[in-house]
Each structure stands twice: as structure tokens, then as C-alpha cells.
């Protein structure tokens, strides 16, 4: 399958166990073998325009699968970054 960039942006991205990450918000591009580097997650929406996200940066290692619908990374990219939900940090 192939995806335009404007089809990548804005996916939904959720762990393998279904746990909403956020969405992909831009992408890095290796310019040597013309393959991505990494992929920015927005976790949430910012506060007031102009502020940045709360970002997520997965590696195209941790990505189990990705289609037109969603990305699925592994459940272990978020046991240690990110409190468990209904947790207060």
C-alpha cells in the first residue's frame, strides 16, 4: 500500500493493546535512503493556537502495522513514557 503524505497526517495512532496515542502530526524523511525516520504523534490537541503538542516520537522499528485507517506501534513505546490512564501526573 502506498499513502500520500496528506493520507498520513492527522491518522490515528494506538498501541497494539488499542490504547489511543493521538495522531500523526509530521513525519522526518532520511534524504541518503529516502525512507522515514521517525514519525511525530501529537498526543492531544494544544491549548491555545500556537502552542506546541505534547509529542510522541516513534521510530518506523516500533510501528507493528499502518494502513489508510490507523498505525499501530508496540505496547512497550508508552509502559515507561506515559502515565496509565486516570493516573495524575
Same mark, same amino acid.
Given at each position: 500500500?502506498?499513502?500520500?503524505?496528506?493520507?498520513? *497526517?492527522?491518522?490515528?495512532?494506538?498501541?497494539? @493493546?488499542?490504547?489511543?496515542? /493521538?495522531?500523526?502530526?509530521?513525519?522526518? $524523511?532520511?534524504?541518503?535512503?529516502?525512507?522515514?525516520?521517525?514519525?511525530?504523534? &501529537?498526543? /492531544?490537541?494544544? $491549548?491555545?493556537?500556537?502552542?506546541?503538542? %505534547?509529542? *510522541?516520537?516513534? @521510530?518506523? @522499528?516500533?510501528? $507493528?502495522? *499502518?494502513?489508510? &485507517?490507523?498505525? $499501530?506501534?508496540?505496547?512497550? *513505546?508508552?509502559? %515507561? @513514557?506515559?502515565? &496509565?490512564?486516570? &493516573?495524575?501526573?
Amino acid at each position: 500500500m502506498i499513502l500520500t503524505r496528506k493520507q498520513l *497526517l492527522h491518522l490515528p495512532v494506538e498501541t497494539q @493493546s488499542g490504547r489511543p496515542l /493521538g495522531r500523526v502530526i509530521d513525519i522526518d $524523511i532520511e534524504t541518503d535512503g529516502h525512507t522515514i525516520w521517525r514519525y511525530h504523534v &501529537a498526543r /492531544g490537541e494544544p $491549548i491555545l493556537p500556537g502552542l506546541t503538542y %505534547d509529542k *510522541l516520537m516513534i @521510530s518506523p @522499528s516500533q510501528v $507493528i502495522s *499502518l494502513d489508510d &485507517a490507523k498505525m $499501530i506501534v508496540e505496547d512497550a *513505546l508508552v509502559k %515507561d @513514557s506515559l502515565p &496509565a490512564e486516570g &493516573a495524575v501526573s
